[in-house]
């Protein structure tokens, strides 16, 4: 479990900003078209609807040019672009490169796959970045999963949408706002959740969800005991937005009440790389943090990866 240094040069975010697919569609608009329901998808879920459509870099174009005007930061001041997503909108060059034009940044760009996960991987080698000397970083998760979902298919339309999340980190003097964190990975899974090159989703959805909430309170559990603090000390905890009951039973194991959870899956469904982000900042209007509070993320996803991180809020 690695240990931050004392030494560290840390970070802070100083702006963030969301977006979410152009088109809303309800759980009733999906029974028109496949045989489901709107009262099956709430309770199995708590998915009420969800947004689609945009491409991966429109959507990450949005995201990214908010958080930069809310930084109040000349965008030639940022050192490198992080974007996290599993559905980059051509195989090369990276989905990055064009977000970068775009946003009329002048620096280093790359994409991250890491599934659901990949927000919090993009987001920790952010802080890796800023350990070395970068001074701003651009971090982006965005996923537009509607354009890899059957849309006959049941077992995987009701779950997955689109949606981007991005934020500036800055460095900071001292340590920062990083306390601890945890990547993980589990190839053997592979099969239980994958998407072939040009093919659709495909899952074994009762396995991914015995799987995701172990390796949920596994990663929390690390990251919290490299950052030294319990779960009760917790003030907010935003965990990837799969499916209420996963979230429910993983922060029960962790011992954290639901008041303490930032839940968007009800509006958003489950959006990948940009589902922590969208929880995090884009909870319609709210930071669900304020300054001093202790914020667990943790993700998981296909791969199976799993990524958590706990961060002292310091965004003032
Ligand atoms: N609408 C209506 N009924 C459905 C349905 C749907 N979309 N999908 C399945 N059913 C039916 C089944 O046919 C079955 O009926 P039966 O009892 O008459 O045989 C019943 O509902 C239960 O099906 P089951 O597959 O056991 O449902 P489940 O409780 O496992 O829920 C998921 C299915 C996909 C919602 C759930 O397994 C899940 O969320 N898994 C995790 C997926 C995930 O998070 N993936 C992304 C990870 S990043």
Known sequence: M???????????????????????VTNDDLSKTMDTNDEWIRERTGIHRRHIGGSTAE?????????????????????????ATTTPDRTVPATSATVQHALGLRCGAFDVNAACSGFVYAMITAHGLIAMGSQRILVIGTDSLSRIVD????????????????AVLERTT????????????????????????????HMDGKEVFRRAVRIMVDSAQKSMAAAGVTADQLNVVVPHQANIRIITSACDKLGVPMEKVAVVVHETGNTSSASIPLALFGDFGQVRAKDGDLVLMVGFGAGMTAASAVVRWNAQ
């Open 2 to 24: 690695p240990q931050i240094p004392d030494n560290v040069r840390g970070a802070r975010f100083i702006g963030w900003g969301t977006s979410l697919g152009h088109t809303t």
């Open 59 to 83: 959507m990450s174009i949005a995201s990214g040019r908010a958080a930069i005007e809310m930084a109040g930061i000349d965008p030639l001041t940022i050192d490198a672009l992080v974007l």
């Open 151 to 166: 849309w006959t298919d049941r077992n995987t339309a009701i779950l997955f949408a689109d949606g981007s999340g991005a």
């Open 174 to 201: 001292g340590h920062g706002q990083m306390l601890g964190w945890d990547l993980d990975a589990d190839g053997s899974a592979e099969e239980i959740l994958y998407s072939e090159v040009g093919g659709f989703v």
